[in-house]
């Protein structure tokens, strides 16, 4: 079974860019979230999204946003870059999304993010 | 507010050593979950365990043990005979078992386990 799939594995930008990135989760997973990873800040939660819809929301600036598709795969983007967006993005997977649960969730190896 | 503090940023120890990962938390919520994941090189965090707060018995599985300890608020990991492939980040994480949140992880700073030969 294929596991959650990132891509790009690496991508730069410039300031003011905007960047989409691509995860497509375990074959079956309905859920999907989205972590920013940074020395600085560590691992901080973006969204979640399950069934097509945002289901939770961290603290970012509106310039991140995702989606999700009917066939649970995800996306997120990122507008008017700034050089603080610099990361490893993860998306990560779980089965069922049923709220409470927490199930445990999969992993991507990530898309790292160099804003120049 | 959850918080979770893994006070030690890199420890390094020599293989075959036991080697012990502290984690302490903080939550306002009477049932919660706690998880430690291991960040490789190649990126992807790897699910080791996932507790809740209502089992505080401790679990081995192989070379990995789990002390959760309520009355401290710490999730500690221990593995025992460490080896080089044991060399990675190790993050401890807390969730709540609301509604709204579940699967939105709080995780802690992380510490970079190094096993040298």
Known sequence: KAGVTQTPRYLIKTRGQQVTLSCSPISGHRSVSWYQQTPGQGLQFLFEYFSETQRNKGNFPGRFSGRQFSNSRSEMNVSTLELGDSALYLCASRRTGTPATNEKLFFGSGTQLSVL | ?117
């Open chain 2, 1 to 117: 507010a959850q918080k979770v503090t893994q006070a030690q940023t890199e420890i390094s120890v020599v293989e075959k050593e036991d080697v012990t990962l502290d984690c302490v938390y903080e939550t306002r919520d009477t049932t919660y979950y706690l998880f430690w994941y291991k960040q490789p090189p190649s990126g992807e965090l790897v699910f080791l365990i996932r507790r809740n707060s209502f089992d505080e018995q401790n679990e081995i599985s192989g070379r990995y043990s789990w002390n959760f300890q309520k009355s401290t608020s710490s999730f500690n990991f221990t593995i025992t005979a460490s080896q080089v492939v044991d060399s990675a980040v190790y993050f401890c994480a807390l969730s709540e078992a609301e509604e709204t949140s579940g699967s939105r992880l709080t995780f802690g700073e992380g510490t970079q386990l190094t096993v040298n030969p």
